[in-house]
């Protein structure tokens, strides 16, 4: 069973930049599809990102693409989403997550199995 940790978050004002690391324990991090979501206060936790554990296929939500980009480093057992031009509407806490391991791509919170705590993103306009 893996264990999620993530890292990097912080204020940033907008237009700028941050990159989230998400350190993975406790299971082969190779076999895990990953995805990243996030939580605004009092709103529902979103898809960002996602990719595939197989052939490493990526996915974005509509409101990030062309401004996240996720990555992951196998032999460190971290994922990674590089989050550029940030707008006020970013805020959020970020969370990484993983479904059981060989398993596609998934795009909802349901159907993903292992979470980290989150990171806090604050975007000041």
């Known amino acids: 069973q893996v264990q999620l940790v993530e890292s990097g978050g912080g204020l940033v004002q907008a237009g700028g930049s941050l990159r989230l690391s998400c350190t993975a324990s406790?299971?082969?991090?190779?076999?895990?599809?990953m995805g990243w979501f996030r939580q605004a206060p009092g709103k529902e936790r979103d898809f960002v990102a996602t990719?595939?554990?197989?052939?490493?296929?990526?996915y974005y939500g509509d409101s990030v693409k062309g401004r996240f980009t996720i990555s992951r480093d196998n032999a460190k057992n971290t994922l990674y989403l590089q989050m550029n031009s940030l707008k006020p509407e970013d805020t959020a806490v970020y969370y990484c997550?993983?479904?059981?391991?060989?398993?596609?791509?998934?795009?909802?919170?349901?159907?993903?199995?292992?979470w980290g705590q989150g990171t806090q993103v604050t975007v000041s306009s």
């Open positions: 406790g299971g082969t991090f190779s076999y895990y599809s």
């Open positions: 997550a993983a479904p059981k391991p060989r398993r596609e791509v998934q795009f909802r919170p349901n159907e993903y199995d292992y």
């Open positions: 990719m595939n554990w197989s052939d490493h296929t990526t």
